[in-house]
Each structure stands twice: as structure tokens, then as C-alpha cells.
């Protein structure tokens, strides 16, 4: 009987090969792992063979030990690139450096704007040809208001003398 609410897991049932059954082939164990075991095997000897010709590397690879997982995985993480300094005899000061397409875009639509204010101010644009025009209309229409406004009071002032006499 289980004691409690939760139910046991079977964790501790494991199936391990006996030597019998390794020697026969019968062993459940998947076979790509003889491959690699033998082909660690060899690497650890070539290891120990390098190792053993020159102590001066071992004492750079210690240097170079890297912490945790790291010296198992290797990364190549392009934004862990650190940057190369660059001293200023080495700097090229002729070469000019090419704008990205953002930038190049952003300098044309400047030069363009400034292009047709220019020509705005001289008149040679359609949306410029159209703003004297209408400039040129209501000019005319207030002298002709201004004209009528006179003309108006002249006219009180004529009835205003003519009454008094």
C-alpha cells in the first residue's frame, strides 16, 4: 500500500546489459557508441602524445582554460568579436568612406528640397506659378474693394453737404 496522494514514478526500473549479452551482441545499448568510443580513445592518446613533445603549449593552454562548458563547446558568437584598435598611422585619411543607403537617401531629399525652394523663390515652379497667380487675384480684388470704399465715402460726404445746404 502507497502512502500519501501521490503514486510512485518508476524511476528505478533500468535495464543494464550483462557481459554476456555484450559479447553477443544482444546488448540494447545503440551501436554508434563503440564508434565513439573508440574514436575518444584515440583522441585522448594523441593528446597525451602532443602533450608530451611540447610542455611550452600546455602552458598556453592554461591560459586559455575556459570556464564551465565553454572549453567543451566552442562558440562563435559574431557580437563576442572584439574590436580591433586602429592607431592613426594606420588610419587612411584619403579614402572617403561610402555612405550607407539610409544616409545617401536622406542627402538626396535634402538637395532636392533645397533645389526646388530655390526655384520657388525664383517662380519657375508649377506649385510657385500658381501662388503668384492667386497672389496677383487678390491684390487686384483689394484695390478694387478699396477703390469702392472710397468711392462710397466720397458719396456720404457729397450727401452730407448737399443735406446741410
Not at 141 to 156: D, G, L, V
Amino acid at each position: 500500500m502507497g502512502r500519501g496522494k501521490f503514486k510512485a514514478k518508476p524511476t528505478g526500473q533500468r535495464h543494464f546489459s550483462t557481459p554476456e549479452e555484450m559479447l553477443a551482441g544482444t546488448s540494447t545499448r545503440p551501436r554508434t557508441f563503440k564508434r565513439q568510443e573508440v574514436e575518444y580513445k584515440e583522441e585522448e592518446e594523441s593528446e597525451e602524445e602532443s602533450g608530451q613533445e611540447s610542455e611550452e603549449e600546455s602552458g598556453d593552454e592554461t591560459e586559455q582554460k575556459r570556464k564551465g562548458t565553454q572549453g567543451v563547446i566552442e562558440v562563435n558568437n559574431p557580437n563576442l568579436v572584439k574590436p580591433k584598435n586602429l592607431k592613426a598611422r594606420d588610419l587612411d585619411a584619403g579614402k572617403t568612406t561610402e555612405l550607407s543607403r539610409r544616409e545617401r537617401e536622406e542627402l538626396e531629399k535634402q538637395r532636392a528640397h533645397e533645389r526646388y525652394m530655390r526655384l520657388q523663390e525664383q517662380g519657375k515652379t508649377e506649385q510657385a506659378r500658381k501662388d503668384l497667380e492667386r497672389l496677383a487675384l487678390i491684390r487686384q480684388q483689394r484695390e478694387e474693394a478699396a477703390k469702392k470704399r472710397e468711392e462710397e465715402k466720397a458719396a456720404r460726404e457729397q450727401k452730407k453737404v448737399e443735406a446741410r445746404k
